[in-house]
Nanobody, 126 residues
Framework: QVQLVESGGGLVQAGDSLRLSCAASGRTFTSYALGWFRQAPGKEREIVAGIKWTGYRLYYADSVKGRFAISRNNAKNTVYLQMNSLKPEDTAVYYC???????????????????WGQGTQVTVSS
């Protein structure tokens, strides 16, 4: 069992930056693939970024490429999402997710993940 707790959300203005953190407890997540998802009001949950267990293979949704960066610190059991040049359309609840990493493919679907955090709100004002 893995427990995930996100932090770092808040209210910012367009163009600002935020860094989200997700701390894992329970089983070590060294061998887990991790992902950040977001869900805006009235919309489905969507993948934002993903990272394989090695930390060297990264996935980004087109909407955040060049602005967001995912990273992990296995020694601290933590995954991060650095968000730069934020836009009002980035407003959403952001969730981190984890699953055992068993292959070379990226996990981009909600159903691919076994463990979820409770979410942290990010609001970007124009």
């Amino acid at each position: 069992q893995v427990q995930l707790v996100e932090s770092g959300g808040g209210l910012v203005q367009a163009g600002d930056s935020l860094r989200l953190s997700c701390a894992a407890s329970g089983r070590t997540f060294t061998s887990y693939a991790l992902g950040w998802f977001r869900q805006a009001p009235g919309k489905e949950r969507e993948i934002v970024a993903g990272i394989k267990w090695t930390g060297y293979r990264l996935y980004y949704a087109d909407s955040v490429k060049g602005r967001f960066a995912i990273s992990r610190n296995n020694a601290k059991n933590t995954v991060y999402l650095q968000m730069n040049s934020l836009k009002p359309e980035d407003t959403a609840v952001y969730y981190c997710a984890a699953r055992p990493d068993r292959g070379s493919d990226y996990y981009t679907r909600e159903v691919d993940y076994d463990y979820w955090g409770q979410g942290t709100q990010v609001t970007v004002s124009s």
